[in-house]
């Protein structure tokens, strides 16, 4: 088979070779240098990633020649099978010639004007609709502002932006293979094809399949028959290339409850390891995605709500409201609960109150938070936020939140101080260990739902109201603090 679907056995140096080994820095013989390095990784002889690389250069040139003289510089994806990343600014060439542009090039991964109002919909809806014709707009024009501003929210922006990323594939190979035309709808025996270049590249399984998903996806946004039309077919696919590669698991260990132990008995002065510290003690006792916790604001700490139900003993507990959770598709909220350690020292709630006061954050007197729960607050500043040096060296909290990605590096951070290995953590090790604790101490998986904020299993869970706020401590009283 050509180099342009499974890669060519490369037997000898060849003329036009060294610009391939230079690339993958082959340096020698004895297994230095990336080419080696790549072999070890992959499980594969420095030969055969000698060959890919062939077959990688020879694939975008190919496309090169099929988008036609006269376009803009090419920019390329670093995956497996090279990926046209500015292929919406080649709608001009001769390849898409015929082909619906609108639809196969559509990118709607950005955020919309809802989405970036968080919450605050209704100016966000004014502004749009003041914009949008106003009485003079017809129902045709109503209905492309639908699809505009709301329909994307079907998904969430970070998937969106994932499946953009494996549709630019899609479209990169349809243009390689002489095939944009039959990629949206697609057959059944183009996305066959697809899968088979996919699988000669070495592409990951993970990557397979997101390019399924959002094959499958694209099809369903417009109201176009999917290529995998059988209610398993996914699955078995999934299988199928399982039984062939395996499916190795790259292992994130959670964070074990003697780590929030040593983490809470910790008293750093720098405010950077004070944050660090307590941003992991919260994510894990509250069973928090990475990006939840990176979002909170100093509104979202409710202390005391649990007294609300009218039951004495609860003082000195807080409740984590989180606005918005995978699971909460219609943001009616979560919220993990903390209560009272027996140890004054390891008291999580107290060194919140703590945190704030010495990082300078407090509410709002205006906050809105508690009328308007659904909302992020436009006046508090985030719990954890990035911090900056100021005249004389001094290290002070900024109002900017911190990214999912530094939120995850501060948690990699803290348990490295912890005595762990850091390479074998990461944001989600929070989440892994407070759910893995809670199970550990037989906590009813309906009660450690309520504080992971995972989706109910059966329909009655809705209806369910806890009648004691003993029970939401459950989870929290499993780490023994």
Same mark, same amino acid.
């Given at each position: 088979?050509?180099?342009?679907?499974?890669?060519?056995?490369?037997?000898?140096?060849?003329?036009?070779?060294?610009?391939?080994?230079?690339?993958?820095?082959?340096?020698?013989?004895?297994?230095?240098?990336?080419?080696?390095?790549?072999?070890?990784?992959?499980?594969?002889?420095?030969?055969?990633?000698?060959?890919?690389?062939?077959?990688?250069?020879?694939?975008?040139?190919?496309?090169?020649?099929?988008?036609?003289?006269?376009?803009?510089?090419?920019?390329?994806?670093?995956?497996?099978?090279?990926?046209?990343?500015n292929v919406t600014e080649l709608a001009h060439?001769?390849?898409?010639?015929?082909?619906?542009?609108?639809?196969?090039?559509?990118?709607?991964?950005?955020?919309?004007?809802?989405?970036?109002?968080?919450?605050?919909?209704?100016?966000?809806?004014?502004?749009?609709?003041?914009?949008?014709?106003?009485?003079? @707009? &017809? =129902?045709?024009? $109503?209905? /492309?502002?639908?699809?505009?501003? *709301? !329909?994307?929210?079907?998904?969430?922006?970070? %998937?969106?932006?994932?499946?953009?990323?494996?549709?630019?594939?899609?479209?990169?190979?349809?243009?390689?293979?002489?095939?944009?035309?039959?990629?949206?709808?697609?057959?059944?025996?183009?996305?066959?094809?697809?899968?088979w270049d996919l699988v000669c590249f070495a592409?990951?399984?993970?990557?397979?399949?997101?390019?399924?998903?959002?094959?499958?996806?694209?099809?369903?946004?417009?109201?176009?028959?999917?290529?995998?039309?059988?209610?398993?077919?996914?699955?078995?696919?999934?299988?199928?290339?399982?039984?062939?590669?395996?499916?190795?698991?790259?292992?994130?260990?959670?964070?074990?409850? @003697? &780590? =929030?132990?040593? $983490?809470? /008995?910790?008293?750093?002065?720098? *405010? !950077?390891?004070?944050?660090?510290?307590?941003? %992991?003690?919260?994510?894990?006792?509250?069973?928090?995605?990475?990006?939840?916790?990176?979002?909170?604001?100093?509104?979202?700490?409710?202390?005391?709500?649990?007294?609300?139900?009218?039951?004495?003993?609860?003082?000195?507990?807080?409740?984590?409201?989180?606005?918005?959770?995978?699971?909460?598709?219609?943001?009616?909220?979560?919220?993990?609960?903390?209560?009272?350690?027996?140890?004054?020292?390891?008291?999580?709630?107290?060194?919140?109150?703590?945190?704030?006061?010495?990082?300078?954050?407090?509410?709002?007197?205006?906050?809105?938070?508690?009328?308007?729960?659904?909302?992020?607050?436009?006046?508090?500043?985030?719990?954890?936020?990035?911090?900056?040096?100021?005249?004389?060296?001094?290290?002070?909290?900024?109002?900017?939140?911190?990214?999912?990605?530094?939120?995850?590096?501060?948690?990699?951070?803290?348990?490295?101080?912890?005595?762990?290995?850091?390479?074998?953590?990461?944001?989600?090790?929070?989440?892994?260990?407070?759910?893995?604790?809670?199970?550990?101490?037989?906590?009813?998986?309906?009660?450690?739902?309520l504080q992971s904020g995972h989706g109910a299993?059966?329909?009655?869970?809705?209806?369910?109201?806890?009648?004691?706020?003993?029970?939401?401590?459950?989870?929290?009283?499993?780490?023994?603090?």
């Amino acid at each position: 088979m050509s180099a342009y679907g499974h890669p060519p056995r490369a037997t000898a140096w060849r003329p036009g070779e060294a610009g391939a080994r230079a690339g993958l820095g082959a340096q020698d013989s004895g297994g230095s240098g990336a080419l080696a390095a790549a072999a070890r990784q992959l499980g594969m002889s420095e030969q055969d990633i000698f060959d890919l690389a062939l077959a990688r250069s020879a694939w975008r040139s190919m496309v090169a020649v099929r988008l036609g003289a006269g376009n803009a510089r090419l920019s390329w994806s670093k995956t497996p099978l090279p990926v046209l990343l500015n292929v919406t600014e080649l709608a001009h060439a001769s390849a898409f010639a015929g082909v619906d542009r609108g639809r196969i090039l559509l990118d709607d991964s950005e955020p919309t004007a809802l989405e970036r109002a968080d919450g605050n919909w209704g100016p966000a809806a004014r502004r749009l609709g003041a914009t949008g014709g106003g009485a003079g @707009a &017809t =129902v045709t024009s $109503l209905a /492309a502002e639908f699809d505009r501003h *709301l !329909a994307p929210s079907i998904r969430q922006p970070r %998937t969106r932006a994932d499946y953009w990323r494996a549709w630019r594939l899609v479209v990169t190979w349809g243009v390689a293979r002489k095939a944009l035309g039959s990629v949206l709808p697609m057959s059944l025996e183009t996305l066959k094809a697809l899968t088979w270049d996919l699988v000669c590249f070495a592409a990951p399984t993970s990557q397979v399949e997101l390019v399924w998903k959002a094959v499958q996806a694209r099809h369903r946004q417009f109201h176009l028959p999917p290529p995998m039309c059988e209610g398993n077919q996914f699955s078995s696919w999934a299988k199928m290339l399982g039984a062939i590669r395996g499916r190795p698991v790259a292992l994130k260990l959670p964070i074990q409850k @003697a &780590t =929030v132990r040593w $983490l809470l /008995a910790w008293r750093p002065t720098a *405010l !950077a390891a004070h944050r660090a510290r307590l941003l %992991t003690a919260v994510a894990t006792l509250g069973c928090l995605r990475v990006n939840e916790v990176a979002r909170l604001q100093v509104c979202d700490l409710w202390f005391d709500y649990l007294m609300a139900y009218g039951v004495p003993g609860f003082e000195g507990t807080c409740s984590v409201h989180i606005n918005r959770r995978k699971n909460d598709t219609q943001r009616k909220g979560h919220y993990p609960a903390f209560g009272r350690s027996r140890d004054p020292e390891l008291d999580v709630v107290a060194q919140l109150r703590h945190w704030m006061v010495f990082a300078g954050l407090e509410v709002h007197p205006d906050c809105a938070k508690r009328a308007r729960p659904a909302a992020a607050c436009e006046l508090c500043p985030p719990l954890f936020p990035l911090s900056r040096c100021v005249k004389g060296g001094v290290t002070v909290a900024t109002r900017q939140p911190c990214s999912r990605q530094k939120a995850s590096d501060w948690i990699r951070w803290a348990v490295k101080q912890a005595g762990g290995d850091s390479s074998r953590f990461s944001g989600i090790s929070a989440r892994k260990g407070g759910i893995s604790t809670a199970i550990e101490a037989r906590v009813d998986e309906t009660i450690l739902y309520l504080q992971s904020g995972h989706g109910a299993a059966l329909p009655a869970r809705a209806y369910m109201q806890i009648a004691s706020p003993a029970r939401f401590l459950e989870t929290f009283e499993a780490f023994g603090l």
